[in-house]
């Protein structure tokens, strides 16, 4: 019988970084763009300012995933070289500990010990892994993938105000990047929320709730910075 459920579990550590990023790219160069439109820039200032802001955004959106991703990896895999050290040094103890926790997840204490043994049997350390230490190969920390992600989703995320700002004269921007951003963060939002299965409406009225309220405060800036020159 064919195992029919679909779940998506495995997808969260692509889709976190890379919705992560594309609402970033969004966000921040859409506000840029409006902060210095505000300003009384010209379109040619205007559009440097977001390639500018592209570049800088999408590099360091790279550099942050991987560190904060690799700084993951490295506490797994110190959690698994010692939990390594400690299944050659104590076996019985750490098949008592294993039997433990099936125990209190509801087996009885003959056939927890059962499961723990032929778990161990088979691969020890991946049975502690996951089931001591909630480090499996699905929720594993991948860096390159992390960064990769965050950097593409960014760069595409943070073009589509850009191709804005070429289709529109400076003097329509301030209504035209906005409205056009919390159209991309809507359609953002809902295709973020049917690759994980929650809920639509829920996932895209919260990214256009904070992209326009980062849009609305940077141009507040820009505008009062504008008008004080």
Do not use: C
Request: no cysteine; glycine share 12%; net charge neutral.
């Amino acid at each position: 019988m064919r195992h029919s459920e679909k779940h998506r579990t495995h997808r969260t550590g692509w889709l976190r970084a890379a919705v992560l990023g594309a609402n970033d790219g969004i966000v921040s160069t859409a506000s840029l763009i409006l902060g210095v439109a505000a300003a009384g820039a010209s379109s040619r200032t205007i559009l440097v300012a977001g390639v500018a802001g592209l570049v800088a955004g999408a590099t360091s959106m790279a550099a942050g995933e991987y560190v904060s991703v690799s700084s993951q990896s490295d506490t797994e895999r110190a959690d698994l070289a010692r939990e390594r050290k400690e299944l050659a040094a104590n076996p019985e103890q750490e098949h008592a500990e294993l039997t433990g926790i099936y125990v209190k997840r509801g087996l009885d204490a003959s056939l927890a010990a059962d499961v723990a043994t032929q778990l161990m049997e088979h691969d020890a350390l991946a049975a502690h892994g996951r089931d001591e230490l909630g480090i499996t190969d699905t929720l594993a920390a991948r860096p390159v993938q992390a960064a990769l992600s965050s950097a593409g989703s960014f760069a595409v995320g943070a073009g589509l105000p850009l191709l804005i700002v070429l289709l529109f004269p400076a003097s329509g921007l301030m209504w035209a990047v906005p409205g056009s951003s919390l159209l991309f963060l809507a359609l953002l939002g809902s295709l973020a929320a049917r690759a994980g299965g929650a809920p639509v409406v829920r996932a895209a009225t919260r990214v256009t709730f904070w992209g326009a309220l980062a849009m609305a405060l940077t141009a507040g800036v820009g505008s009062l910075f504008g008008g004080a020159s």
